[in-house]
């Protein structure tokens, strides 16, 4: 009898992994819900529907994190970097796609390939056997998402994300930042130096609040409620409650002594917080905003110490279902209390259209090989897949996990080279040269030919 891998959800991730199964000999069935069931954002039945932006991004593969994921996509014959090429439109340096082409390019070439069914409906239970991998994306529907819960336990699973803003620790002023545990909490040296410290004085403090109150502000899409938990209220929010909450909040300045001026008190204090195991990242603590991309960095380049920071990404708030990878999956993307199901794209904490594709690309690959009794090697940690995948099922510090977008900060440094803004465009050409040595080293392990990219 032949082994199907079934799919739930035909978004980014799950029809680039029906289509690298399936090209791999194994029969897949994609269930997707739409059209009986619709979500606030799609519009059509399509697979592979782009609900918002028709951007995939930089195309950048030498100095680009997500450019060099869509390299690496493009040379395991990605289905989704494949259809975006046909539809691409002029956009710069960026891949913008012409979106309803795009989309059903991907259903058709679903349709007709040999080893792929497609079943309209919706899956509403975690099932109980067979090989299964569950991308159902930021919206997946109630019941789905009741019984995930159910199985995972409820703190395990996000129904929004409230993300705080990521710093590269690398564009981070050491001169005026520095390291301490509020009251040197911990009983290690490094717990007790946890946390990177930013000092305001009290004009800076002020200035801070108005340009907070003053910045522009997104708001959220109809179907998204603006019901904000108390434990994750945007700074601006707080900042409207009163210009003294923040300082009795997040930015409080209590127990923590500036190195750089230990006689002087600041006024506030923003802590920023590891985010990787690298030490690479750090968050913002307590930084998650509705405020638009260019008012963010804006604002936080205010901050003592950030005036010159690179964000690996932006905070934002948004309807968005996704599990807690780090403590759930195993380096194979299987859920470990029940191994028969995988799940894939935006669902487990990475954030957008291409980490998406690229997450179902590489569990497509592990279940066809489970199927087929091969054994897949790990996706190498120097490339972008590896990188992610690294990151989302152990790099990640589980705790504070929030969804992320491929970035370099995933990356193991490369030795020898310079920091700073100086060394950045030899650092990222080294990152990238070295990601495709080992993505293609990878592919020619399971005999694949990279395909040009
Ligand atoms: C409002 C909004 C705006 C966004 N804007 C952008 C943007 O501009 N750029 C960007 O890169 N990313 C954006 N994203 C994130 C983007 O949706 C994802 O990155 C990407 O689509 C995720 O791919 P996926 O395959 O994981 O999920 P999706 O592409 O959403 O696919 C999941 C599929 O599963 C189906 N499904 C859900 N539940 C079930 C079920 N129980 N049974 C069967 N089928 C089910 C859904 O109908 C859907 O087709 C946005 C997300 C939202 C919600």
Known sequence: MTKKLHIIGGGMAGSEAAWQAANMGVH????????????????????????????????????????????????ANGLIMH???????????????????FAETVTAALRAHPNIEIEHGEIAALPDDGHWIVATGPLTSEGLGADIAAATGRDALAFFDAIAPIVYADSIDMNVAWMQSRYDKGETEDEQRAYLNCPMTRDQYEAFIDALLASEKTEFHEGETAQYFDGCLPIEVMAERGRETLRHGPMKPVGLTNAHDPETKPYAVVQLRRDNALGTLFNIVGFQTKMKYGA???????????????????????RNTFINSPTLLDNQMRLRSRPHIRFAGQITGVEGYVESAAMGLLAGRMAAAEILGQTLPPPPQDSAMGALIHHITGGAEAKSFQPMNVNFGLFRPVEGLKGGRRGRKDRY??????????????????GSVPVSA
Not at 88 to 94: D, K
Not at 310 to 318: E, V, Y
């Open 28 to 75: 897949v069935v994609i269930h997707e819900m739409r059209p009986k069931v619709e979500t606030f954002a799609h519009r059509t039945g399509n697979l592979g529907e782009m609900v918002c932006s028709n951007s995939f991004r930089s195309d950048d593969d030498e100095q680009n994190a997500v450019g060099l994921l869509h390299w690496e996509m493009r040379a």
């Open 83 to 101: 259809t975006a090429d046909q539809h691409r439109l002029p956009a710069g340096g960026a891949l913008a796609v012409d979106r309803d082409p």
């Open 429 to 446: 050409k080294a990152y990238t040269d070295r990601a495709k040595a080992a993505w293609s080293d990878w592919l020619a392990q399971q």
């Open 296 to 318: 963010q960095t804006d604002v936080f380049r205010r901050i003592p110490g950030l005036e010159e920071a690179r964000f690996a990404r932006l905070g934002g708030i948004h």
